[in-house]
């Protein structure tokens, strides 16, 4: 079955522990996934570690932690410390993507690069083996509740052709505008894992919600 990853952007920030209990009880979301965002890679602003520490201290699900973040390295500890079980960065923001790469790795923790929807997967070729993951967006980055853009679906299907070339286990995930209209689509294309925001928390019943897009998949 598909992995869902609830994205908590679109959760009540004043009752963040609380929204995650309702997404976590209803047992269908494999991790929950946690935007960070700088101000200066993307025109917004969320959390940072105190706050994913906080998280971490009220949830057993993994968490999926989303760096929309302009040179990340010197943050990297922090997020680590904070309980980070996968650390996405952006192929855009890192001036040393290998070793960015290799601190996420060397600290144990899952790592993984995310490509904006203007940059093409080829740009993955010499890094992919070290990967865990891929997180490719189906928006552009820094908001949720956007439409998503129907290009993503042949990335993912090229990026699924190359991983199964080369014999690799890099999984797949897809963030930005998924719902129940495209998730069949996209793990039929070869994603793993789908974020979703305002197709759970947007809704009046998370079960329900998590249940409209898996069930699209089967
Ligand atoms: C956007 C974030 C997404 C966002 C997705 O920059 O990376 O994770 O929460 O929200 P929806 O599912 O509403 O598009
Ligand atoms: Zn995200």
């Not at 952007?9 to 995650?20: E, T």
């Not at 890192?94 to 923790?109: E, P, W």
């Not at 990026?159 to 069949?184: C, F, H, M, Q, Y």
């Amino acid at each position: 079955m598909v992995r869902i990853a609830p994205s908590i952007l679109s959760a009540d920030f004043a009752h963040l522990a609380d929204d995650i209990a309702r997404v976590e009880e209803t047992g269908g979301a494999t991790w929950l996934h946690v935007d960070v965002m700088d101000g200066h890679f993307v025109p917004n602003l969320t959390i940072g570690p105190p706050v994913i520490k906080a998280i971490k201290a009220v949830t057993q699900l993994p968490l999926d932690v989303h760096l929309m973040v302009q040179e990340p390295d010197a943050l990297l500890p922090d997020f680590i410390d904070a309980g980070s079980s996968t650390l996405s960065v952006h192929f855009e923001a890192c001036r040393h993507l290998h070793r960015t790469i290799q601190t996420i790795k060397d600290a144990g923790v899952q790592a993984s690069v995310v490509l904006n929807p203007a940059s093409p997967v080829s740009w993955l070729h010499d890094i992919l083996p070290e990967l865990d993951m891929v997180l490719l967006m189906s928006v552009n980055p820094g908001f949720g509740g956007q439409r998503f853009i129907p290009s993503t679906l042949d990335k993912v299907r090229t990026l699924k052709r190359e991983i199964t070339k080369r014999g690799l286990s890099v999984l797949i995930e897809v963030d930005g505008g998924v719902n129940p209209s495209n998730a069949a689509q996209l793990c039929e294309a070869g994603a793993d894992v789908l974020v979703a925001g305002t197709a759970i928390f947007g809704q009046p019943d998370y079960g329900e919600a998590i249940k409209a897009l898996q069930s699209q998949v089967a």
